[in-house]
């Protein structure tokens, strides 16, 4: 049962414009929700986050909208840059508190992002 | 400040045999959790490591054991090899959460374990 959903296995985005990336979950009792980059040879590395009691969070070219009703988040990359190209994951956890990301992360399957001239 | 190191980052073993991956923190971190990557799927969470005991554990069978030392450092132990146990291992730390402060879990390159 895959708690956590990205249904795109790839997107291809055009230098300059914005990228987005989506994701569904199913479990209501998520309280924090992660995306994390992974490059080829290297491990995942934390991008952005959002707690479940916020709609957005916004770190620089990176933003993260969550929509609890429907139980969809997606990240916003704007502009998309070549340097961007990895598999992006989004992820959650549940916890005993608001910030309880030291939990066990419920990983989605990745969307592999690929950023064209 | 060194990020998560594990050792070895490939490894070949046969069917039946036993595993032990290894796994340093990041400096000041005291949690260690243990994912596997298989292909094209998306991480798994196996356990996780806290005060030198397993915490959490997710749906893995006993055959997946492991260990936290003193020094915050890990092992991850996997008995009988399947051949379906090939994967990228992942190991994650962060600091146990405290008083509501964010922490985030930093991971490591990884173990490549291919079973013949």
């Known amino acids: 049962d895959q708690q956590v959903k990205q249904n795109s296995p790839s997107l291809s985005v055009q230098e300059g414009r914005i990228s987005i990336l989506n994701c569904d979950y199913t479990n209501s009792m998520f309280d924090y929700f992660l995306w994390y980059k992974k490059y080829p040879a290297e491990g995942p590395t934390f991008l952005i986050s959002?707690?479940?009691?916020?709609d957005k969070n916004e770190d620089g070219r990176f933003t993260v909208f969550l929509n609890k009703s429907a139980k969809h988040l997606s990240l916003h990359i704007v502009p998309s840059q070549p340097g961007d190209s990895a598999v992006y994951f989004c992820a959650a956890t549940q916890g005993p508190g608001v910030y309880s990301s030291a939990s066990k992360i419920i990983f989605g399957s990745g969307t592999r992002l690929s950023i064209r001239p | 400040d060194a990020g998560v190191t594990q050792s070895p980052t490939h490894l070949i073993k046969t069917r039946g045999q036993q595993v032990t991956l290894r796994c340093s923190p990041k400096s000041g971190h005291d949690t260690v959790s243990w994912y596997q990557q298989a292909l094209g799927q998306g991480p798994q969470f196996i356990f996780q490591y806290y005060e030198e005991e397993e915490r959490q554990r997710g749906n893995f069978p006993d055959r997946f054991s492991g260990h936290q030392f003193p020094n915050y450092s890990s092992e991850l132990n996997v008995n009988a090899l399947l051949l379906g146990d090939s994967a990228l291992y992942l190991c994650?730390?962060?600091?146990?959460?405290?008083?509501?402060?964010?922490?985030?879990?930093?991971f490591g390159a990884g173990t490549r374990l291919s079973v013949l």
């Open positions: 994650a730390s962060s600091l146990k959460s405290r008083g509501g402060t964010k922490n985030i879990q930093y």
């Open positions: 959002i707690s479940s009691i916020k």
